[in-house]
């Protein structure tokens, strides 16, 4: 277990996890159902943050919150996001794949970066500061779950790739991973508002909505998709919170 989840860190975040090592496949799908708690490793670091920077304001201190899980993450998700949505104005399949390997940034990954940030910072800025660290926690580890659940349901739209690397994670560790996520946002969520299960909800599906979406347009998933994914399921529970506690 302990092996599982420095590996899991390991892939999700830029934090130093000493004694990984070289992390062979095997690991890596050992590790997957794991990917949950990593969320809560990163919603907890930017939930404390949202709190202490409270004082200043709470637009300022969702910034902070964001800016903090953005620097343990290496922005990957983000990277991911602009990536996808970059990729999704060539018509055709190979050049959409083609386009997503570009490092370069265009107009549809600045716009869906730009929303999604903007988003974020106006929801969490909006509700007191001890319901936006538990949300904080709450849609950080559903947003990852959201990635096994992917990785389970959609095959990778390459051979290679981070997205490839996933490929035969099995219907017991994608559940497992399903799981475990419901099962440790539910008491943050519950702390918050009485449609706690609702909202886990929404995020299951657009989970399957975007994975319905990313196999029709990319042939199916990747690395890039998967960041996207936790992006839009983390602001999608922040809509669904702030929709039932206003």
């Not at 001890?130 to 580890?141: I, K, M």
């Not at 996933?166 to 497992?176: D, I, N």
């Not at 419901?182 to 929404?202: G, K, R």
């Amino acid at each position: 277990m302990i092996d599982r989840l420095a590996v899991a860190h390991a892939l999700l975040t830029r934090l130093p996890v000493p004694g990984v090592g070289t992390v062979s496949r095997e690991r890596l799908l050992a590790a997957a159902p794991l990917f949950p708690v990593v969320g809560l490793t990163v919603g907890g670091v930017a939930a404390l943050g949202r709190l202490a920077a409270d004082p200043l304001g709470a637009a300022f201190a969702a910034v902070v919150a964001l800016a903090l899980a953005a620097l343990i993450t290496g922005a990957m998700h983000e990277d991911g996001l602009a990536d996808t949505f970059d990729a999704l104005g060539p018509r055709d399949r190979a050049r959409r794949l083609e386009a997503m390997r570009d490092s370069r940034i265009g107009a549809f990954g600045v716009l869906a970066l730009g929303f999604v940030l903007v988003g974020r910072v106006v929801l969490l800025g909006g509700i007191g500061a001890g319901d936006a660290a538990l949300a904080l926690v709450a849609a950080n580890v559903l947003a990852r779950g959201a990635t096994v659940l992917q990785a389970g349901w959609v095959a990778p739209a390459r051979e290679d790739g981070s997205g490839a690397q996933l490929r035969g994670l099995g219907p017991a560790r994608t559940a497992a991973g399903g799981i475990l996520a419901a099962a440790i946002a539910l008491p943050a969520l519950i702390a918050i508002t009485p449609w706690a299960v609702a909202a886990i909800a929404v995020a299951a599906a657009l989970t399957a909505g975007l994975a319905a979406w990313w196999r029709h347009a990319f042939g199916g998933v990747t690395g890039d998709t998967h960041g996207a994914t936790a992006q839009l399921v983390e602001l999608a529970v922040y809509v669904a919170v702030i929709a039932s506690v206003t």
